[in-house]
């Protein structure tokens, strides 16, 4: 925990200490989880994974049904992970994601299921950075449990806290004008994109065992983009916590303003009293602190060139990105990602992945993959290490002889592990 001589005198964090540790107000989405919930995710999410969206594929699987993607996870929450990370005044600050760390416990979540998540603060430090000097890495957690009482995932989210006047001074991020594709290089991306598509399609319905895989073997290239304003704002109505009337509980009666966003930027999003009055003015499409994603201007009034893309999504498309590979008997277990430069619009994001570790481990049988975002020009977006869990040659053949494989008539699916 910082003391006070950490605290650079031009970014005021002495009010953060009296929250950590301090349970929050759970948050709760009103109607439980919907398949079109979850198809409009993946599509969202540029996750071309007929699990998630195709009843005929989905029926086939060894869940017989469709199922959310582990990325869904956090669309069950309506901050999708921001509010512990984000409590205690800073004067005159803006806040963008840094990063998340996930733990995934075995449910899966599917149609007809109800999340609550339940919020503490953890922690917080101060330094200096060549994006706004100094700037806070507040750190929180989310645990979403479903209505049978189990634990689905822990999310620890790193929101970055800085004074937007000093982003702006800085300029890291100074480069208002788009980069232009020409229709061949635009065609090309198409092509690149069909190595991941391929990748899912050949696996199908087959496990991917654990010894079948080895350090070194390079995941299949994933292409996301050019992003735009229109692909942005998909992502933002695939959180069912944007529409209105859609939150029972959260994520909280804080206004922006009490936070210490700036004037301009504050807002009423969140709001539920206004919510009731005039439900426009509570969309962070139109207002509030998340309108720089989608408005230029504002872009540019917290320190960005031009629209740029979630926090939360990019830790999604990472997710997605090793469950693809992982195939529908794989399970993440564990993400740690950084988010180093956003995705803003124009740019493309490039996501390629190597195994660097196998290993078994308290009858798991694992795999560490890396996972690397970049865009067009080589600049790294984010990084990761997710951990999968994997089934053997052994649990597999179990399975076949108890009948594992075939569709299931009950909810959910054994973990490899199990």
């Not at 005198?9 to 398949?35: F, I, Q, R």
């Not at 806290?161 to 000093?166: A, E, I, K």
Request: aromatic residues 10%.
């Amino acid at each position: 925990m910082p003391d006070d001589e950490s605290c650079d005198p031009t970014l005021d964090v002495s009010d953060l200490a009296h929250y950590m540790g301090v349970p929050m107000e759970p948050g709760e989405l009103k109607e439980p989880v919907a398949t079109n919930d979850i198809r409009r995710w993946v599509q969202a999410m540029h996750y071309p994974n007929p699990l998630h969206y195709d009843a005929r594929w989905a029926a086939a699987s060894r869940f017989g049904r469709l199922v959310a993607p582990q990325s869904f996870t956090v669309a069950t929450d309506t901050s999708h992970g921001c509010s512990p990370a984000q409590v205690g005044r800073i004067p005159d600050s803006h806040l963008i994601f840094g990063g998340d760390d996930w733990w995934f416990f075995g449910p899966r979540i599917e149609p007809g299921d109800h999340l609550v998540c339940h919020r503490m603060p953890f922690d917080y430090r101060v330094t200096d950075t060549r994006f706004a000097g100094p700037t806070c890495f507040q750190r929180g957690d989310t645990l979403y449990i479903n209505q049978r009482g189990e634990r689905v995932a822990l999310q620890r989210s790193t929101a970055i806290r800085y004074r937007p006047r000093r982003a702006k001074e800085k300029g890291l991020f100074d480069e208002p004008a788009e980069p232009a594709w020409t229709d061949e290089q635009l065609a090309r991306l198409e092509e690149r994109k069909l190595a991941f598509i391929e990748q899912i399609q050949q696996l199908g319905h087959a496990p991917r065992t654990w010894e079948q895989v080895a350090v070194g073997d390079r995941l299949a290239e994933h292409i996301l983009g050019p992003h735009s304003l229109a692909s942005f704002t998909t992502e933002w109505r695939a959180y069912p916590m944007t529409t209105w009337g859609a939150t029972a509980k959260g994520p909280t009666n804080v206004r922006a303003e009490a936070l210490g966003y700036t004037k301009e930027m504050a807002g009423f999003e969140g709001d539920r009293r206004m919510e009731r009055v005039n439900p426009e003015l509570t969309d962070g499409a139109y207002y509030g602190p998340s309108r720089g994603h989608l408005q230029p201007r504002w872009a540019r009034h917290v320190g960005m060139p031009r629209g740029y893309g979630y926090g939360a999504s990019m830790g999604a498309w990472i997710l997605d990105y090793v469950a693809g590979w992982a195939g529908e008997w794989g399970l993440v277990r564990h993400s740690s990602a950084q988010y180093r430069n956003p995705a803003f619009t124009g740019d493309a994001t490039f996501v390629a992945g190597e195994v660097v570790e196998t290993r078994a481990e308290r009858r798991r049988h694992l795999a560490v993959v890396l996972v690397t975002l970049t865009n067009q020009d080589d600049a790294v977006m984010a990084k990761a290490t997710v951990t999968v869990e994997l089934p053997t040659e052994a649990q597999v053949g179990e399975d076949a002889q108890a009948g594992e494989g075939a569709p299931h008539s009950e909810r959910g699916t054994r973990c490899p592990s199990r």
